[in-house]
């Protein structure tokens, strides 16, 4: 054995990078924890200072905002990227999750696009279509 051996706890992984992945994918949990944590403040704050009526009224917008981005615009966007209608977009992530749960929503975006790549370019023999990876 001619040569040094790497300790086995050595990490392959600098300490800086580590370190920032950690602090990111903190921020990211504290920011999504801090948006629900507005929405319940301003709802509380409406309750305290304009009553019960205009409270629900608050929550009600909240809602119908959360609905509307995540039901409408999401799969609208997500849609024109990956070249799927936002309904194929919204059963396929439904059937994920009914089959698979939280990965099966998380993946049957990106399967279905790969899915309907694969058919397209096995349909039309002489590959000419545009694919979604044309970098448009």
Known sequence: M??????ATRPLVPRWFR????????????????????KVVAALVTLVTNGLGAALIVVGIVLVVQNV?????????QGHQV??????????????????GIPGAVVAVPVTA????????????????????DGD
């Not at 370190?19 to 507005?38: N, Q």
């Not at 981005?69 to 966007?77: C, D, I, R, T």
């Not at 790969?114 to 590959?127: I, K, M, Q, T």
Request: charged share 10%; hydrophobic share 55%.
């Open 19 to 38: 370190r920032t992945v950690a602090y990111a994918g903190g921020l990211l949990v504290v920011g999504a924890l801090a948006w629900v944590l507005l």
């Open 69 to 77: 981005e995540g039901n409408l615009l999401q799969p609208l966007v």
């Open 83 to 100: 070249r799927l209608h936002p309904a194929v977009i919204i059963v396929v992530v439904t059937v994920g999750y009914l089959l698979l």
């Open 2 to 7: 001619a040569g040094r051996a790497v300790p």
């Open 114 to 133: 790969v899915a309907h790549s694969v058919a397209g370019y096995l349909r039309n023999p002489d590959h000419s279509q545009t694919g979604a990876a």
